[in-house]
């Protein structure tokens, strides 16, 4: 069993802590499971010896190359992790499948993931899908995870949210908080589950516990409205996590949760904005530049303006909120009347930022 986010919960973001701005390799080292002084030989820790290959450690690169080279595949696995997290990832690919070809799963759900994400190669999520089944298949949860992903989105693979949601529960109970947060998402939606309002959310917060910038996100929206002491809670934890794209719209949530109503803090919120506009968030891009004439460029994404228009023409006041100040932001002249009439909507977000636009 991995406990979820358990480093994360000991140490909370304080108030003026500021979120690092690096994405880091997604690839897992392997456990070393012996105590020190010990290694893993023929699944027993035992004294290291030269006859026998043993599993390196994970932070010694010459004794993983050596193991690797002696045939260990773990090993190689390790050394594969190593390579890839200085970057060289043309030796993290070929120690990578060494390592899945001599049966070392973790290996392969590593190679897989490399692949995904085009790290050293092209990305190609039909080449990923196998290696992340082989992985999942040998009980790797991470490869239980990605896969998921991959079904729901119908990426590489043929879409099947049926079986996404039975790799991600299999994911999130290995301890993979992404896949707690996706799984989440489909039960908050319907996808491939039964709908389940309660049971998304302690999903999503499972996911936000063990550092998912995505699920932190939809945890805040969820509280916005009614609790927006929790929100700020959950927006300001994926504001932290690692994910750098996914926590750039955690720091716009909390920008904008302190913007406004009981938790306004315009310092604060003005640092969330930059925090969220330094992780090429458009949404805090805008804000800064609306409220507080920042020289920044804003280049919002043109599919999630047409969602937001959408949205906004059904009367959901957020949307139009934040389609008025990307409006603005880019020199629209509809993103006035756009905030006008999410704040008529009494969306006080929308109001603060139509006294404030330039």
């Keep these: 069993l991995v406990a979820i986010g358990e480093s994360r919960a000991k140490n909370p973001p304080k108030q003026g802590d500021k979120p690092a701005d690096d994405k880091p390799i997604a690839v897992e080292p392997p456990q070393e499971p012996c105590p020190q002084g010990l290694v893993l030989i023929d699944a027993k820790c035992t004294a290291p010896t030269e006859d026998k ?20 595949a773990a090993s190689c696995g390790a050394l594969g992790v190593l390579s890839a997290r200085s970057r060289d990832f043309a030796k993290a690919l070929g120690a990578l499948k060494k390592g899945c070809d001599g049966g ?31 992985g999942c298949s040998g009980g790797d949860a991470m490869g239980c995870a990605r896969l998921g992903v991959l079904y ?25 908080a992404r896949a707690c947060g996706e799984l989440g998402l489909m039960t908050r939606d319907g996808a491939g589950v039964t709908a389940d309002a309660n049971a998304a959310t ?33 927006y300001e934890r994926g504001c932290f996590a690692s994910d750098w ?30 925090w969220a506009c330094n992780k090429m968030n458009a949404l805090g891009c805008a804000v800064l ?25 059904r009367g959901d006041a957020r949307a139009c909120a934040v389609l008025g100040v990307l409006q603005v932001a880019t020199g629209n002249a509809m993103g006035k ?10 969306d006080q977000w929308a109001c603060a930022l139509k006294a404030k636009a330039h």
Aim: hydrophobic share 30%; with cysteine; proline share 4%.
């Design 289 to 313: 530049k609306v409220a507080w004439g920042d020289s920044r460029p804003v280049f919002p994404d043109v599919q999630e303006q047409i969602r937001l228009q959408d949205a906004c023409n």
């Design 245 to 274: 794209k996914e926590s750039g719209k955690s720091c716009a949530g909390l920008g904008r949760v302190t913007q406004a109503g009981p938790m306004a803090n315009e310092a604060r919120s003005k640092d969330a904005y930059s």
């Design 53 to 72: 290959p043993h599993l390196c450690d994970e932070n010694d690169q010459a004794d993983c190359q050596k193991q690797c080279d002696r045939g260990h």
């Design 152 to 176: 729901h989105a119908g990426s590489g693979v043929a879409h099947d949210d049926a079986r996404a949601a039975k790799l991600l529960r299999k994911g999130c109970d290995g301890g993979q």
């Design 104 to 134: 070392d799963i973790h290996s392969c759900v590593n190679l897989g993931d490399m692949t995904l994400e085009g790290l050293g190669t092209k990305a190609d999520p039909a080449a990923a899908a196998p290696l992340l089944d082989s």
């Design 202 to 234: 302690g999903l999503l917060r499972r996911g936000c516990d063990g550092g998912d910038a995505r699920s932190c996100t939809a945890v805040g929206e969820l509280f916005e409205a009614r609790d927006p002491i929790a929100a700020s809670i959950y």
């Design 337 to 346: 009347s756009t905030l006008d009439r999410a704040c008529t909507m009494n």
